[in-house]
């Protein structure tokens, strides 16, 4: 009965009133998937299933706490979402509020890998440093911002022009998305961590900085000694041999959803 008296009053204001509404949750959510905001999101709804079911139980204490920290919230997811919502902007601005996710299938995330590794065999030959980003779960869409939008096919040839010494694109970082090169050039926030060997520069202290702060691969070639190395969780895997690094992007990017920890034996340091 309920049922067919809302046909009944349902007007067409009101269809366009929801649609308006799912096309805004959308473009949120097509905001948030690319960085690392997603994150923060699971634990606001995290928060609100608490507040819920404290509500319901009638836990007046954790309930109490839950209200008064919302005030504190409300304050706070301004600045704790201001690049988020400052790509939003940007982007309603230019009309550009869909774009179409691109998906990789593991046989070109593997040609990915092997391209990726062959530009930085050559590069550790040639003693050129280099930065390599591979996205995962996290978005990198922040860092992607601070860099040179490329978004080109992979290949070994376009990695090695892009870190050749003395261009604009050197000392920056590449990012991979989906087996493509979204950006090059990109800033990277270094580690804190003072514990670290003082032979590792900035471009190792950028690797590792990011993978603290995201659940990326970062492929470093070191300017000074050549070597390849990779860091994953905020650790650095040296001295490692080439067969043994791919093998482990591979592990990374191939079931990017499994949580690894303490699978590599490989002598990784930090």
């Known amino acids: 009965m309920q049922f067919s008296s809302l046909i009944e009053t349902f007007r067409f204001l009101d269809f366009i009133d929801i649609m308006t509404v799912a096309v805004a949750i959308y473009f949120v959510y097509k905001q948030l998937k690319d960085t690392r905001a997603v994150s923060l999101l699971k634990g606001l709804l995290v928060l609100a299933f608490i507040n819920v079911v404290s509500h319901t139980l009638n836990l007046y204490v954790i309930n109490w706490i839950l209200q008064q920290?919302?005030?504190?919230?409300l304050f706070a997811l301004p600045v704790v979402f201001q690049?988020?919502?400052?790509?939003?902007?940007?982007?309603?601005?230019r009309g550009?509020?869909?774009?179409?996710?691109?998906?990789?299938?593991?046989a070109?995330?593997?040609?990915?890998?092997?391209?990726?590794?062959?530009?930085?065999?050559?590069?550790?030959r040639e003693h050129t440093g280099a930065l390599m980003v591979f996205e995962r779960e996290v978005g990198l869409g922040d860092y992607i911002d601070t860099g040179i939008l490329v978004d080109a096919k992979l290949s070994r040839e376009l990695i090695k022009n892009i870190f050749v010494p003395s261009t604009p694109l050197h000392d920056g970082a590449m990012i991979i998305r989906n087996g493509r090169i979204?950006?090059?050039?990109?800033?990277?926030?270094?580690?804190?961590?003072?514990?670290?060997?003082?032979?590792?520069?900035?471009?190792?202290?950028?690797?590792?900085?990011?993978?603290?702060?995201a659940d990326c691969v970062v492929v470093v070639v070191s300017e000074e000694t050549g070597k390849i190395s990779y860091t994953y969780g905020g650790h650095i895997y040296r001295h490692l041999p080439e067969d043994q690094i791919k093998e482990a992007l591979r592990t990374f990017m191939e079931r990017p959803r499994q949580t690894i920890t303490g699978m590599w034996k490989w002598g990784g340091s930090k």
């Open 69 to 73: 920290g919302m005030t504190v919230l």
């Open 83 to 93: 690049p988020e919502l400052r790509r939003a902007l940007e982007q309603l601005g």
């Open 96 to 106: 550009r509020i869909f774009n179409r996710a691109q998906n990789v299938s593991e």
């Open 108 to 124: 070109e995330m593997d040609s990915a890998i092997n391209e990726v590794m062959a530009a930085a065999r050559v590069m550790s």
């Open 182 to 213: 979204m950006a090059a050039g990109c800033l990277l926030p270094l580690t804190e961590d003072r514990t670290l060997s003082t032979e590792l520069g900035t471009r190792h202290r950028a690797a590792i900085g990011l993978s603290e702060q």
